[in-house]
T-cell receptor
């Protein structure tokens, strides 16, 4: 693995189903983030984690949950998917939270909820 | 929270200069980022400004005025590969990046 990866690349999901989007980084970054990107709205922060074992809510957390059991992995779970959660989801990481620490983005997961 | 405004679209000719403006209203402002995003790809980092002034990095420069809540990204000697969306993002406190909707730049031959 080099950098940050996400799986799956794309998914079509029936409403009401549970779904976990996976994110893994091998850069030993402390901070990780989940964003969704919708046309005309830009990237919006869903949840974040400043270090392993801690998580926090971003701008649009409702309907999503995260966990950070170790440094490398930061899965995003939709407990019961709804059509409004159709979006492109990006995971990102940075060495530390804040300051000049640039965020590195994964390739994204395109999710369609029908 | 933050309110980030930037133009939706800009068009320029190969070899020209384009300036993308960004205004922000924020509490706990801790710096401003610019990212580039090609269609269907992930955003990639271009620049970070926390102090007033101009930061130059090759063909790209970024400017910040904290007192005016204003930044711009300057792209010089435009190339076809510069056709992309450019995202302005304000850092609030230590962790929260708030992104604008992005400016789609189209470079024409």
């Amino acid at each position: 693995i080099a950098g940050i990866t996400q799986a799956p690349t794309s998914q079509i999901l029936a409403a009401g189903r549970r779904m976990t989007l996976r994110c893994t980084q091998d850069m030993r970054h402390n901070a990780m983030y989940w964003y969704r990107q919708d046309l005309g709205l830009g990237l919006r922060l869903i949840h974040y984690s400043n270090t392993a074992g801690t998580t926090g809510k971003g701008e649009v957390p409702d309907g999503y949950s995260v966990s950070r059991a170790n440094t490398d992995d930061f899965p995003l779970t939709l407990a019961s998917a709804v059509p409004s959660q159709t979006s492109v989801y990006f995971c990102a990481s940075s060495l530390l939270a804040g300051g000049s620490n640039e965020q590195f983005f994964g390739p994204g997961t395109r999710l369609t909820v029908l | 929270g933050q309110n980030i405004d930037q133009p939706t679209e800009m068009t320029a000719t190969e070899g020209a200069i384009v300036q993308i403006n960004c205004t922000y209203q924020t509490s706990g402002f801790n710096g401003l980022f610019w990212y580039q995003q090609h269609a269907g790809e992930a955003p990639t980092f271009l620049s970070y400004n926390v102090l007033d002034g101009l930061e130059e990095k090759g063909r790209f420069s970024s400017f910040l005025s904290r007192s005016k809540g204003y930044s711009y990204l300057l792209l010089k000697e435009l190339q076809m590969k510069d056709s992309a969306s450019y995202l302005c993002a304000g850092l609030e406190d230590d962790y929260k990046l708030s992104f604008g909707a992005g400016t789609t730049v189209t470079v024409r031959a």
